[in-house]
T-cell receptor, first 115, second 112 residues
Framework: SQQGEEDPQALSIQEGENATMNCSYK?????LQWYRQNSGRGLVHLIL?????REKHSGRLRVTLDTSKKSSSLLITASRAADTASYFC???????????????FGQGTILTVHP | ETGVTQSPTHLIKTRGQQVTLRCSSQ?????VSWYQQALGQGPQFIFQ???????GRGNFPPRFSGLQFPNYSSELNVNALELDDSALYLC???????????FGPGTRLTVT
């Protein structure tokens, strides 16, 4: 079963606009990661934020983490048509018995950026 | 693109058959994880190998098994294929279990 849930399921915007995607999860975590996937191909790692961090930036990406609410958000600023993809959040619980090393993914947000 | 490669790209098998999928990890990475992604869903963790030992497993039956070799490449074996095994199988490598994972392009398995 999926631990995380992304919101919204789909997002359609114009080039130049900002895109915000949210992720909620259920258990304590070691870190939370965001990935991008183009057309059913392999996933590309975007950013990793650890449980003791609140905000992280990478280029046009900004990720926040609120462990008290068990939620995270991904902001893509000044979006481009090339950002069109599915975006997934994934949590890593750290040392967790048989789940050691496991990334638990949400269902994903489908982002469409219109030129 | 990552340095993770997977073979084959596509595969069609019949229910009841067995399949082996292969993965070469990125240079310097000693940890390999396998995921199953059904259409329209997020990836589901199958298992992880670290230095040739399975060190984590998801909710998959024993007919899903794996190996990791001394060069850290890996295989995923699925016996007695079922129609629901049709999915994209993704391999990911990392230097450590809690690090970001680098995914290969996946193998699309269709079971008829």
């Amino acid at each position: 079963s999926q631990q995380g849930e992304e919101d919204p399921q789909a997002l359609s915007i114009q080039e130049g606009e900002n895109a915000t995607m949210n992720c909620s999860y259920k258990t304590s975590i070691n870190n939370l990661q965001w990935y991008r996937q183009n057309s059913g191909r392999g996933l590309v790692h975007l950013i990793l934020i650890r449980s003791n961090e609140r905000e992280k930036h990478s280029g046009r990406l900004r990720v926040t983490l609120d462990t008290s609410k068990k939620s995270s958000s991904l902001l893509i600023t000044a979006s481009r048509a090339a950002d069109t993809a599915s975006y997934f959040c994934a949590t890593n619980r750290g040392y967790g018995g048989t789940s050691y090393g496991k990334l638990t993914f949400g269902q994903g947000t489908i982002l469409t950026v219109h030129p | 693109e990552t340095g993770v490669t997977q073979s084959p790209t596509h595969l069609i098998k019949t229910r009841g058959q067995q399949v082996t999928l292969r993965c070469s990890s990125q240079s310097g990475h000693n940890t390999v994880s396998w995921y199953q992604q059904a259409l329209g869903q997020g990836p589901q963790f199958i298992f992880q190998y670290y230095r040739e030992e399975e060190n984590g497993r998801g909710n998959f039956p024993p007919r899903f098994s794996g190996l990791q070799f001394p060069n850290y490449s890996s295989e995923l074996n699925v016996n007695a294929l079922e129609l629901d095994d049709s999915a994209l199988y993704l391999c990911a490598s990392s230097f450590w279990s809690f690090d970001e994972q680098y995914f290969g392009p996946g193998t699309r398995l269709t079971v008829t």
